[in-house]
C-alpha cells in the first residue's frame, strides 16, 4: 500500500487555517484603537476636521488624514470680538474647536486661548 501525501497536506493546511483564525482573534494593542491624527506638534481625534492646504482633512481612526477634494475650504474668518487660537504658523482654530495639545485635551477659548480640559490624551 502507498502512501499519498494529501492527508498530511489537508491537516497542515488546517493547522495552519486554524493558527490565523487564532491570531485575528488576539486582542489590539493598547492605543492601537484610538490613533489621533497629528498635524504639528497638535493631536487630533477621528472625525475631527481641519482645513489643510484648502481643503477639509477629516482624522480617520487609524491616525490617517483623509481630504475631501471636491469642496475648498478657507482658514475661517472670525469677527472682531472672536480670535482663533494658533496652530501653527499657517493654521488657527475656530473657538470651541477641541485639540490633544501637549498630551491634554484643550479647548480654544473665544478669547484665542487654549484652554485646558484636564483630561489626558495622545
Same mark, same amino acid.
Given at each position: 500500500m502507498q502512501r499519498t501525501g494529501r492527508p498530511h497536506r489537508s491537516v497542515s493546511a488546517w493547522l495552519i487555517g486554524l493558527v490565523l483564525l487564532a491570531l485575528a482573534a488576539l486582542p489590539r494593542p493598547a492605543g492601537a484603537a484610538d490613533t489621533a491624527c497629528r498635524e504639528g506638534n497638535q493631536a487630533f481625534q477621528p472625525g475631527q476636521t481641519l482645513c489643510l492646504n484648502g481643503f477639509t482633512n477629516t482624522c480617520q481612526p487609524n491616525g490617517a488624514w483623509i481630504s475631501d477634494r471636491q469642496w475648498p475650504c478657507m482658514a475661517p474668518v472670525f469677527p472682531t470680538d472672536a480670535k482663533s487660537?494658533?496652530?501653527?504658523?499657517?493654521?488657527?482654530?475656530?473657538? @470651541? +474647536?477641541?485639540?490633544?495639545?501637549?498630551?491634554?485635551?484643550?479647548?480654544?477659548?473665544?478669547? @484665542? +486661548?487654549?484652554?485646558?480640559?484636564?483630561?489626558?490624551?495622545?
Amino acid at each position: 500500500m502507498q502512501r499519498t501525501g494529501r492527508p498530511h497536506r489537508s491537516v497542515s493546511a488546517w493547522l495552519i487555517g486554524l493558527v490565523l483564525l487564532a491570531l485575528a482573534a488576539l486582542p489590539r494593542p493598547a492605543g492601537a484603537a484610538d490613533t489621533a491624527c497629528r498635524e504639528g506638534n497638535q493631536a487630533f481625534q477621528p472625525g475631527q476636521t481641519l482645513c489643510l492646504n484648502g481643503f477639509t482633512n477629516t482624522c480617520q481612526p487609524n491616525g490617517a488624514w483623509i481630504s475631501d477634494r471636491q469642496w475648498p475650504c478657507m482658514a475661517p474668518v472670525f469677527p472682531t470680538d472672536a480670535k482663533s487660537c494658533t496652530i501653527n504658523a499657517n493654521q488657527t482654530a475656530a473657538p @470651541g +474647536t477641541r485639540a490633544c495639545i501637549d498630551g491634554r485635551r484643550r479647548e480654544c477659548s473665544e478669547h @484665542g +486661548t487654549w484652554i485646558s480640559l484636564g483630561v489626558p490624551c495622545n
